[in-house]
């Protein structure tokens, strides 16, 4: 046996001192040395230079605004169980789209899909393992590993990277050939040469060297442009993070897609999701603050959305003063309503007492829908129930309650951010751009959370303001993608989209405009989700469609072994979902093995609240045959298309 031990050293402790220096190890960050705060540098930033030229005269500087876990129930869309009067004052000066889309509903792959315009079937990228920054490798198997010369030894945490990583060392390294990880070990080993591939343990992977994809992310693209580029909060995944480089990606993409200085690259350090005394049974947690924030409490932490808000604004107050008078992308990233709901105490007052709010109409699962449609584990799985019993009524209370206080909280931050862009005297040549990165469940179809192929789970507000294109406040019905939120910045500031990368999404400036001409109107939109039904016990798959609720979490499962996707359609009147095998060499769907399907009206008459549609699932009923038919058909051919094109980001 030719291993040799080889372990990544660990990395010091960042916080506390400003002279340590971060260093990278993913493939584009190999030889960078990272700035030494984590929050990044004000002053460095304030002085950052470029190499390039500065982006044409009149072209527009960017607020990019993304929330975490914000579903579509506040007042921008005519629902008001949210308060959210800066949204809502913001709505009244941007188009607000009514049938905006996620394309996976979870926040990594979300984010890398959104900010490098790509699907996750053209990224390749399906849960928390993988990264635009990785490597690709072919010959990716499940359950084999190599016979050969192996020399060397990785540790590789499976929850930072995974086997992702490991083909990432490999691609990264010349004398690499093929690679095999071992997710119970933890282990990444590299081989000089093979001679073949055996079958071996559940949790093993085996795969070869690969390449890195040609992928230029949002911010990185206004950066190369000449833009000043800075970033606060959350804007690439980060909880599963690690700056040694096998974040979501790294360090938030730094120094690729950030100015000098002027990036919060270490979120969790600077703005963390702290864990708080939760109300019993409950994931909230409203705490002795202000209403502006300030913590009254001296032993407890910050707030994070206060923190980057205040960022956010120091970063605006830089961008704004640019020496050179360049414009600028300033990019934030709001933490809530992710759990846990940590708000000021004071936000409960803005909302009826619990035994008042509204529950869900329809809190448990429907007979008629598939199993595998539900995510688990949930809130309700969590408290020992099955999706076909519901949380007490008093315990959904407090957690609606709790998810929409800390709305209104990060609503307050938003404004505050919104309101300093107006009183330097930018509103009216910033584009503004807000979204969130998917939706939320909260109780629908005994679903808490995420992580689903519903109308609830994959809609997301979506709202731009382009002040010399329109003036007035507007809705439009346009089907939309959060893909198509790169290109349509870029159509709306008059800057060219990347040349090196095929985009996935199109503009929706012709909506901006409103340009009927131009209209690049979709008949339908597409998103998908992964499900790992598992057999704690056994450890294998569960085979049962009727049991495939059960532990069904794919979020650290290779690509390569997830056995189920699901992917689904959402026309202007349909949502129609099929939930294939998973090919796990080619990573693609096997269509003719199906664990679900699914078919919901979403004719105007239905209604679009959460209550009103899909409570009942038509797929199986006989005069929706030709329905399921065609839908099918459509669907098969728009994920097939997706295939064809994969290869032009690599």
Not at 131 to 136: F, K, L
Not at 161 to 167: H, I, L, P
Not at 281 to 300: E, F, R, S
Request: glycine content about 6%; aromatic content about 10%.
């Amino acid at each position: 046996n030719k291993n040799i031990s080889f372990l990544i050293p660990p990395l010091a402790n960042t916080s506390k001192f400003l002279g340590v220096f971060w260093h990278g190890t993913a493939d584009a960050y190999t030889s960078q040395v990272y700035g030494p705060l984590p929050g990044g540098n004000l002053t460095q930033c304030a002085e950052s230079t470029t190499s390039k030229p500065l982006p044409p005269d009149g072209s527009k500087s960017v607020l990019y605004v993304v929330v975490d876990d914000l579903r579509p129930q506040i007042g921008a869309y005519n629902n008001n169980e949210s308060f959210t009067p800066n949204i809502d004052t913001f709505a009244g000066k941007a188009v607000v789209f009514d049938k905006a889309y996620t394309q996976v509903a979870v926040c990594s792959p979300s984010r890398n899909s959104f900010l490098s315009g790509l699907r996750p079937d053209t990224s390749k990228i399906y849960n928390f393992i993988n990264h635009i920054r990785q490597s690709v490798c072919g010959e990716t198997v499940s359950g084999t590993t190599w016979v050969g010369e192996a020399y060397k030894n990785v540790s590789i945490d499976k929850t930072q990277g995974a086997a992702g990583e490991c083909c990432t060392q490999c691609t990264r390294d010349p004398s690499c050939t093929h690679w095999t990880y071992s997710s119970p070990a933890q282990l990444c080993t590299l081989f000089h040469m093979v001679t073949h591939r055996v079958s071996s343990l559940s949790g093993m992977i085996s795969g070869s060297t690969g390449v890195f994809p040609k992928i230029t992310a949002l911010p990185q693209h206004f950066k190369e442009l000449g833009y000043l580029v800075l970033q606060t909060g959350k804007i690439f995944h980060t909880e599963e993070g690690s700056p040694q480089g096998v974040g979501m990606p790294p360090m938030q993409d730094y120094p690729l897609s950030w100015s000098e200085g002027c990036s919060m690259a270490s979120v969790n350090e600077v703005a963390p999701m702290n864990t708080c005394d939760k109300v019993e049974g409950t994931q909230g947690c409203p705490i002795n603050a202000t209403i502006n924030g300030d913590v009254n409490d001296p032993n407890l932490p910050p707030l994070c959305d206060k923190t980057i808000a205040d960022d956010a604004v120091a970063k605006l107050n830089i961008a704004t003063s640019s020496k050179d008078k360049r414009p600028f992308f300033l990019a934030v990233g709001f933490r809530k309503p992710h759990m846990p709901w940590r708000f000021p105490a004071p936000y409960l007052k803005k909302y009826p007492e619990p035994s008042n709010i509204k529950v869900a109409t329809h809190p448990v699962l429907d007979a008629s829908m598939p199993p595998i449609a539900h995510h688990s584990p949930d809130l309700g799985t969590q408290a020992g129930l099955d999706p076909y019993h519901s949380l007490n009524t008093s315990t959904a209370q407090l957690d609606r309650l709790f998810y929409y206080a800390s709305v209104t909280w990060m609503d307050s931050q938003i404004g505050k951010v919104l309101d300093r862009l107006e009183s330097l005297g930018r509103s009216n040549d910033t584009l503004v751009v807000m979204h969130s990165d998917h939706g939320w469940a909260l109780g629908e179809h005994g679903q808490w959370q995420k992580f689903n192929n519903w109308e609830v789970g994959t809609r997301v507000p979506l709202l731009i303001r382009a002040p010399w294109l329109t003036a007035q406040g507007r809705h439009s019905t346009a089907l939309a993608e959060l893909i198509d939120v790169y290109p349509t910045i870029c159509d709306l500031v008059n800057v060219p989209p990347p040349s090196d990368m095929k985009l996935d999404g199109v503009s929706l400036g012709w909506v901006i405009r409103s340009d009927s001409k131009a209209n690049n109107s979709k008949s339908a939109v597409l998103s998908q989700f992964a499900r790992c039904p598992l057999n704690a016990t056994t450890g294998e798959w569960i085979t049962d469609a009727s049991k495939m609720w059960v532990n069904n979490w794919c979020e650290f499962v290779d690509r390569s072994a997830i056995p189920w996707m699901g992917y689904s359609l959402r026309t202007e009147t349909w949502r129609y979902t099929e939930w294939a095998a998973w090919n796990g060499t080619s990573l693609q769907p096997n269509w003719s093995r199906l664990a679900g399907v699914e078919l919901y009206d979403h004719s105007p008459s239905i209604g679009d609240c959460f209550d009103c549609n899909e409570n009942t699932n038509l797929a199986n009923e006989a005069k929706y045959k030709s329905v399921v038919e065609t839908l099918s058909d459509q669907l098969h051919k728009f994920v097939e298309s997706q295939f064809i094109n994969t290869k032009q980001s690599y």
